[in-house]
């Protein structure tokens, strides 16, 4: 209870949350599969909080655990092992806008979407957009290295990091990088994007912006079948094509969305639908456009249109993006898988894929970003029904395997957290993940930042008991 | 009796609730859409969170205790998270379940609450009484009677006693006449809902409201026998005098008799669309001719020769209209064909005022903080109408205009239209 006075020193009153009730509500973040309870709840509101809510912990050597919106997909803002969550949504302020360098600097708890809409004015955006990103903040961007649908031309968060403040385990504040780009020795902001919370706090972030398209059109493919589509999909990319966005619906979720408010009109009798999304100038648009109606063809697209307008685009993508929350409609539980295979094998994986769902006798639908070759396999379920888990767990390792041995790996977006950690292994070897150990203890060499992620928990005990293994006599600067 | 496979243990409080609780996959898009979550951040205090302390509760792995209570009383059941839910979650209905809950478990104390419970229960339904007292309150504030009593009054009633708003003139506290004709050719027949606080607060929207139907082409009747509507009833967890209140009017109006029930209070609409769930089986047929004011207009058509009413207009969707009914474009599309006048867009339009029905005397310091951020983006277009169709909502803004030093004036859409309309000769 000495930890708890001194955070309630540090935060007052109503900056904390103890009360079993409350702390039950932040025992799962958008992944309701693992579930861990905190001892605290804490929500600073400025950088000098959060580094006093480190060391303090430190001190009670009680773990902590950095949160955005707890929108994640994998688990990563669980407090898995207890110890305290520190809950960012405070530290919210827009703090400078760059337009000229086209940069800004933002605390961690800016939601994704509001960044781009304070600077529309500015023709700018912020390009990563996760389909949370109407309530995920930046922060919790950059602890997942988050994606996207456009990624496939913009690239994932890291892409658009200048440089971060970020308060350590130790509660000292560093500066990585900076606004003006470019690395100077190690990428440490490279390093830090990604790590999924285990190395530090980030208590601010220096984002790049990218001006607005001249031109942007959205097209619907509307295909008889998810494999259909994937081929359209290898077909555009074969070609030398970059569009913005190449996103699949299978029809399980144009249902389950066209029955939400976030419905916009796609057909419920496709198979699959393909939105491709091309952007530039309005001749390159109008070029891209061409070719791919022809590659959505030629590939059996029964249909192909253009959004009309912007209102019609909006919708497009907000039906894309209301797909997870909508699977509510099915089941009382979704776990939203998320592998990367390489693009060529999409047509065979997918087929696969379907085929593990329906061996299980699993309510499986897809949603993803095939341009990037990222599957979402998601698969609807009922947490209550413990032998339906089982096979619900069983059909996803079979899913990533599938994916690893053609030559794939286990996230594309969502992380590791504690939800694929002990599938680390089916991609890395022991030294591999002893490397990435030492990396981590380099910055966090007690393990209370974040504990019980990326790292498998089976068989590997070096994050329970470092000094077996001999981390300690790893340098820490 | 239904049992939580979870753990094996019987559904306790809240049962009827869970089914619904479990349409929640916890995919966070009502978080940044919920008015206390933006304000706190804490995610008890956002819609996700709430849900999951209701299944919870009904699950048995926790109690009905002090964190729902609280958060119960807390959300303002503006619904917006129901507009950002993909998975359809009835977050409006949870809430009133959760509500009753906790008034059934006698769980709220304090003297807001009895304040609460029992001019819901025994006045606001009751038109005579309601009246009565209106007249009390004129007359103490003409006298300033309620000013000199005030110290004398606890902390919590001086700070409900602040929010009060002034009554209006007697000559503006009228019932509507029973029946009035259309203005030349009529389009149609509708019925009109007065309310139990409109005709007390906002005579003159009541009244403006019959004058432009029928100048629409609207033979309009006001059904007597009707009355409070059970929205605040039903909000605060009472379902018993809800479920009676609805009845009343179920039993008011002859849905067969006319196109349309014509209702100006976005609350009250919100609430008469959907008393077929109070009242399972009998109010199908009225809930169905329940349309907004807005609607009707929209779809009939404004008269062609509009006089002009100069200035800015920002519209504020009332919660109750544009989560709870889905209407929001038809007022936009009113404020629009006045000559004269120009709709502008403010940040927010769709976010709650705080007003919440009477959640602006139960939770001041929330709804105070709400409110501060409506003005915000209202002052940053700097409006000379602010244009909101319900009493509530009329009430706040106001307060805010007051407290914040806009210079707008607050009025309900259909008072606009009425005035184009009352300009028609000086074209």
Same mark, same amino acid.
């Not at chain 1, 990103?133 to 890291?158: D, F, M, R, W």
């Not at chain 2, 619904?20 to 804490?42: F, I, K, N, Q, W």
């Not at chain 2, 244009?387 to 004036?409: D, F, K, R, W, Y």
């Given at each position: 209870?000495?930890?708890?006075?001194?955070?309630?020193?540090?935060?007052?009153?109503?900056?904390?949350?103890?009360?079993?009730?409350?702390?039950?509500?932040?025992?799962?973040?958008?992944?309701?599969?693992?579930?861990?309870?905190?001892?605290?709840?804490?929500?600073?509101?400025?950088?000098?909080?959060?580094?006093?809510?480190?060391?303090?912990?430190?001190?009670?050597?009680?773990?902590?655990?950095?949160?955005?919106?707890?929108?994640?997909?994998?688990?990563?803002?669980?407090?898995?092992?207890?110890?305290?969550?520190?809950?960012?949504?405070?530290?919210?302020?827009?703090?400078?806008?760059?337009?000229?360098?086209?940069?800004?600097?933002?605390?961690?708890?800016?939601?994704?979407?509001?960044?781009?809409?304070?600077?529309?004015?500015?023709?700018?955006?912020?390009?990563?957009?996760?389909?949370?990103?109407?309530?995920?903040?930046?922060?919790?961007?950059?602890?997942?290295?988050?994606?996207?649908?456009?990624?496939?031309?913009?690239?994932?968060?890291?892409?658009?990091?200048?440089?971060?403040?970020?308060?350590?385990?130790?509660?000292?504040?560093?500066?990585?990088?900076?606004?003006?780009?470019?690395?100077?020795?190690?990428?440490?902001?490279?390093?830090?994007?990604?790590?999924?919370?285990?190395?530090?706090?980030?208590?601010?972030?220096?984002?790049?912006?990218?001006?607005?398209?001249?031109?942007?059109?959205?097209?619907?493919?509307?295909?008889?079948?998810?494999?259909?589509?994937?081929?359209?999909?290898?077909?555009?990319?074969?070609?030398?094509?970059?569009?913005?966005? @190449?996103?699949?619906?299978?029809?399980?979720?144009?249902?389950?969305?066209?029955?939400?408010?976030?419905?916009?009109?796609?057909?419920?009798?496709?198979?699959?639908?393909?939105?491709?999304?091309?952007?530039?100038?309005?001749?390159?648009?109008?070029?891209?456009?061409?070719?791919?109606?022809?590659?959505?063809?030629?590939?059996?697209?029964?249909?192909?249109?253009?959004?009309?307008?912007?209102?019609?685009?909006?919708?497009?993508?907000?039906?894309? $993006?209301?797909?997870?929350?909508?699977?509510?409609?099915?089941?009382?539980?979704?776990?939203?898988?998320?592998?990367?295979?390489?693009?060529?094998?999409?047509?065979?994986?997918?087929?696969?894929?379907?085929?593990?769902?329906?061996?299980?006798?699993?309510?499986?639908?897809?949603?993803?970003?095939?341009?990037?070759?990222?599957?979402?396999?998601?698969?609807?379920?009922?947490?209550?029904?413990?032998?339906? @888990?089982?096979?619900?767990?069983?059909?996803?390792?079979?899913?990533?395997?599938?994916?690893?041995?053609?030559?794939?790996?286990?996230?594309?977006?969502?992380?590791?957290?504690?939800?694929?950690?002990?599938?680390?292994?089916?991609?890395?070897?022991?030294?591999?993940?002893?490397? @990435?150990?030492?990396?981590?203890?380099?910055?966090?060499?007690?393990?209370?930042?974040?504990?019980?992620?990326?790292?498998?928990?089976?068989?590997?005990?070096?994050?329970?008991?470092? $000094?077996?293994?001999?981390?300690?006599?790893?340098?820490?600067? | 009796?239904?049992?939580?496979?979870?753990?094996?243990?019987?559904?306790?409080?809240?049962?009827?609730?869970?089914?619904?609780?479990?349409?929640? %996959?916890?995919?966070?898009?009502?978080?940044?859409?919920?008015?206390?979550?933006?304000?706190?951040?804490?995610?008890?205090?956002?819609?996700?969170?709430?849900?999951?302390?209701?299944?919870?509760?009904?699950?048995?792995?926790?109690?009905?205790?002090?964190?729902?209570?609280?958060?119960?009383?807390?959300?303002?059941?503006?619904?917006?998270?129901?507009?950002?839910?993909?998975?359809? &979650? +009835?977050?409006?209905?949870?809430?009133?379940?959760?509500?009753?809950?906790?008034?059934?478990?006698?769980?709220?104390?304090?003297?807001?609450?009895?304040?609460?419970?029992?001019?819901?229960?025994?006045?606001?339904?009751?038109?005579?009484?309601?009246?009565?007292?209106? /007249?009390?309150?004129?007359?103490?504030?003409?006298?300033?009677?309620?000013?000199?009593?005030?110290?004398?009054?606890?902390?919590?009633?001086?700070?409900?006693?602040?929010?009060?708003?002034?009554?209006?003139?007697?000559?503006?506290?009228?019932?509507?006449?029973?029946?009035?004709?259309?203005?030349?050719?009529?389009?149609?027949?509708?019925?009109?809902?007065?309310?139990?606080?409109?005709?007390?607060?906002?005579?003159?929207?009541?009244?403006?409201?019959?004058?432009?139907?029928?100048?629409?082409?609207?033979?309009? %009747?006001?059904?007597?026998?009707?009355?409070?509507?059970?929205?605040?009833?039903?909000?605060?967890?009472?379902?018993?005098?809800?479920?009676?209140?609805?009845?009343?009017?179920?039993?008011?109006?002859?849905?067969?008799?006319?196109?349309?029930?014509?209702? /100006?209070?976005?609350?009250?609409?919100?609430?008469?669309?959907?008393?077929?769930? &109070?009242? +399972?089986?009998?109010?199908?047929?009225?809930?169905?001719?329940?349309?907004?004011? #807005?609607? %009707?207009?929209?779809?009939?058509?404004?008269?062609?020769?509009?006089?002009?009413?100069?200035?800015?207009?920002?519209?504020?969707?009332?919660?109750?209209?544009?989560?709870?009914?889905?209407? #929001?474009?038809?007022?936009?599309?009113?404020?629009?064909?006045?000559?004269?006048?120009?709709?502008?867009?403010?940040?927010?339009?769709?976010?709650?005022?705080?007003?919440?029905?009477?959640? /602006?005397?139960?939770?001041?310091?929330?709804?105070?903080?709400?409110?501060?951020?409506?003005?915000?983006?209202?002052?940053?277009?700097?409006?000379?109408?602010?244009?909101?169709?319900?009493?509530?909502?009329?009430?706040?803004?106001?307060?805010?205009?007051?407290?914040?030093?806009?210079?707008?004036? &607050?009025?309900?859409?259909?008072?606009?239209?009425?005035?184009?309309?009352?300009?028609?000769?000086? /074209?």
């Amino acid at each position: 209870m000495r930890l708890v006075s001194a955070l309630r020193a540090i935060v007052g009153d109503d900056g904390i949350l103890v009360r079993d009730e409350e702390l039950f509500v932040y025992e799962a973040d958008g992944l309701t599969l693992h579930r861990g309870r905190p001892v605290a709840v804490v929500l600073p509101r400025d950088k000098t909080e959060v580094q006093r809510i480190v060391r303090s912990c430190r001190e009670h050597e009680v773990p902590f655990v950095p949160r955005g919106a707890g929108t994640g997909l994998s688990g990563g803002a669980t407090a898995i092992e207890g110890g305290v969550i520190i809950e960012l949504q405070r530290m919210n302020r827009i703090v400078r806008v760059d337009e000229n360098d086209r940069f800004a600097i933002v605390q961690p708890g800016v939601v994704n979407a509001d960044l781009s809409k304070a600077v529309a004015h500015l023709d700018l955006f912020y390009a990563p957009d996760p389909s949370s990103q109407q309530a995920c903040t930046i922060g919790g961007n950059v602890a997942e290295n988050s994606g996207g649908p456009h990624t496939l031309k913009y690239g994932t968060t890291t892409n658009h990091i200048l440089g971060l403040e970020l308060v350590t385990p130790d509660g000292e504040c560093l500066q990585l990088g900076s606004e003006a780009g470019g690395t100077n020795g190690y990428d440490l902001v490279g390093t830090v994007v990604g790590s999924e919370g285990t190395l530090g706090i980030v208590t601010e972030v220096t984002v790049r912006l990218t001006p607005v398209p001249e031109t942007v059109a959205t097209m619907l493919g509307i295909f008889d079948g998810v494999v259909e589509a994937c081929r359209a999909v290898g077909a555009v990319i074969g070609a030398g094509l970059v569009p913005a966005a @190449m996103e699949i619906v299978d029809q399980r979720t144009i249902n389950a969305v066209e029955d939400s408010r976030y419905a916009a009109g796609l057909p419920r009798d496709a198979g699959a639908i393909l939105i491709v999304e091309a952007d530039g100038s309005s001749a390159s648009v109008a070029r891209q456009v061409e070719r791919i109606r022809e590659f959505a063809e030629a590939s059996g697209a029964r249909d192909f249109q253009v959004a009309r307008d912007e209102a019609e685009r909006v919708r497009f993508w907000r039906a894309r $993006k209301g797909a997870f929350g909508a699977m509510g409609r099915l089941a009382p539980d979704l776990y939203v898988h998320d592998a990367v295979v390489p693009r060529k094998k999409l047509p065979e994986i997918l087929a696969a894929v379907c085929e593990i769902g329906d061996r299980h006798g699993l309510k499986l639908s897809n949603v993803f970003h095939a341009g990037d070759g990222n599957l979402h396999p998601n698969i609807s379920f009922d947490r209550r029904d413990a032998e339906e @888990m089982e096979r619900v767990i069983a059909a996803g390792e079979e899913i990533l395997r599938i994916c690893v041995e053609a030559g794939g790996v286990i996230t594309g977006e969502h992380g590791v957290g504690t939800e694929k950690r002990d599938y680390m292994r089916l991609l890395f070897s022991e030294a591999d993940l002893d490397a @990435m150990m030492k990396l981590r203890l380099a910055f966090d060499p007690e393990r209370v930042c974040n504990p019980g992620k990326i790292f498998p928990t089976t068989r590997f005990c070096a994050e329970s008991n470092p $000094k077996a293994r001999g981390y300690d006599e790893v340098p820490i600067s | 009796m239904t049992t939580s496979p979870e753990n094996g243990t019987p559904l306790g409080v809240l049962a009827a609730a869970y089914e619904s609780t479990l349409d929640c %996959v916890h995919c966070g898009l009502c978080l940044t859409a919920c008015p206390t979550y933006r304000e706190t951040g804490r995610e008890t205090s956002s819609p996700r969170g709430r849900i999951y302390l209701m299944r919870g509760v009904a699950e048995g792995r926790i109690p009905l205790g002090e964190t729902i209570v609280e958060e119960a009383a807390l959300c303002l059941g503006c619904r917006a998270c129901e507009t950002a839910c993909p998975a359809g &979650v +009835p977050y409006g209905a949870l809430l009133e379940e959760t509500r009753a809950a906790v008034a059934d478990a006698d769980l709220r104390t304090g003297i807001a609450a009895r304040i609460e419970r029992s001019a819901l229960a025994d006045l606001v339904p009751h038109p005579r009484r309601l009246h009565w007292a209106v /007249n009390l309150l004129a007359g103490a504030q003409r006298l300033g009677l309620d000013r000199l009593v005030r110290p004398l009054m606890p902390q919590r009633l001086r700070e409900m006693h602040a929010l009060l708003p002034q009554i209006p003139p007697s000559s503006e506290r009228g019932r509507l006449p029973a029946f009035t004709p259309a203005e030349g050719p009529t389009r149609g027949r509708v019925a009109v809902f007065e309310g139990c606080i409109m005709p007390e607060m906002f005579g003159r929207v009541n009244a403006a409201t019959v004058r432009v139907l029928a100048a629409s082409g609207f033979d309009v %009747v006001v059904p007597q026998g009707q009355g409070c509507c059970g929205a605040l009833q039903a909000h605060s967890g009472d379902a018993t005098t809800a479920r009676a209140l609805a009845s009343r009017n179920v039993a008011a109006f002859d849905p067969a008799d006319v196109d349309a029930i014509v209702v /100006n209070s976005a609350g009250c609409g919100a609430a008469m669309r959907e008393a077929d769930h &109070v009242l +399972p089986g009998e109010a199908d047929d009225f809930a169905r001719k329940v349309r907004d004011v #807005s609607e %009707v207009l929209a779809e009939a058509g404004l008269p062609r020769d509009l006089g002009r009413v100069e200035g800015t207009v920002c519209y504020d969707d009332p919660c109750h209209l544009i989560h709870a009914q889905g209407v #929001s474009l038809p007022p936009r599309a009113l404020l629009e064909a006045i000559p004269g006048l120009t709709l502008v867009a403010h940040d927010d339009p769709g976010g709650c005022c705080g007003a919440a029905g009477i959640y /602006n005397l139960t939770q001041p310091e929330m709804s105070a903080r709400i409110l501060a951020r409506k003005m915000d983006a209202l002052s940053a277009v700097a409006p000379d109408f602010i244009a909101s169709g319900n009493p509530g909502c009329l009430m706040q803004l106001s307060t805010g205009v007051a407290v914040h030093g806009l210079q707008a004036e &607050v009025v309900h859409p259909v008072e606009l239209i009425d005035r184009a309309i009352a300009a028609r000769s000086a /074209n």
